[in-house]
T-cell receptor, first 111, second 116 residues
Framework: GESVGLHLPTLSVQEGDNSIINCAYS??????FIWYKQESGKGPQFIID?????DKRQGQRVTVLLNKTVKHLSLQIAATQPGDSAVYFC??????????FGQGTRLTINP | GAVVSQHPSRVICKSGTSVKIECRSL??????MFWYRQFPKQSLMLMAT?????????EQGVEKDKFLINHASLTLSTLTVTSAHPEDSSFYIC????????????FGSGTRLTVV
């Protein structure tokens, strides 16, 4: 079946640097995407979302970019902090109230 | 904001016994709740969609007789793992939609099930 995938399983960045986490999706009919952060032993925490009628959305220190032409999604985290260390998932709303999660990227912030 | 409470956070049970996990929406009504399973270092896999007052919709490959879902009210859904085996050990997470927030999904904190 169709699924959402991620390019990199792990990513390490220096504290204070910017990080970019990528995601590829395959269902061109999906119209809503969400980025989640998951810390060890906890449930996913909403970070930011974007609808398909937009190509960019900004939050506090985070930006999501959507490129529908190549079906690519990215999450940019500015000025990373130790608390940003976690696993990040993109999720795709495939309609019928069904969220499909990508494989996840483990982000490690080095001091 | 929307809050989903999941209980228990951890449970250890013996093989062959059943375990019930509760998922409650604390400050909103959820006509639809979702149950996910997550194995170590893997992503969340949707098991079933729980609809208030009706039967749950299970994903392909998920045994409905083993994973019993009940959604008796607008704020409570339960997942019962029946005749649990060690391979059922996993992290179970529920999610609920708050219709006031459009497509917003709120997740519980998860339940770590260990079957010994």
């Amino acid at each position: 079946g169709e699924s959402v995938g991620l390019h990199l399983p792990t990513l390490s960045v220096q504290e204070g640097d910017n990080s970019i986490i990528n995601c590829a999706y395959s269902n061109s009919a999906s119209d809503y995407f969400i980025w989640y952060k998951q810390e060890s032993g906890k449930g996913p925490q909403f970070i930011i979302d974007i609808r398909s009628n937009m190509d960019k959305r900004q939050g506090q220190r985070v930006t999501v970019l959507l490129n529908k032409t190549v079906k690519h999604l990215s999450l940019q985290i500015a000025a990373t902090q130790p608390g940003d260390s976690a696993v990040y998932f993109c999720a795709e709303n495939q309609g019928a109230q069904k969220l499909v999660f990508g494989q996840g990227t483990r982000l490690t912030i080095n001091p | 904001g929307a809050v989903v409470s999941q209980h228990p956070s951890r449970v250890i049970c013996k093989s062959g016994t059943s375990v019930k996990i509760e998922c409650r929406s604390l400050d909103f009504q959820a006509t639809t709740m979702f149950w996910y399973r997550q194995f170590p270092k893997q992503s969340l896999m949707l098991m079933a969609t729980s609809n208030e007052g009706s039967k749950a919709t299970y994903e392909q490959g998920v045994e409905k007789d083993k994973f019993l879902i009940n959604h008796a009210s607008l704020t409570l859904s339960t997942l019962t793992v029946t005749s649990a085996h060690p391979e059922d050990s996993s992290f179970y997470i529920c999610s609920a939609r708050d219709s006031r927030r459009g497509d917003g999904y709120t997740f519980g904190s998860g339940t770590r099930l260990t079957v010994v």
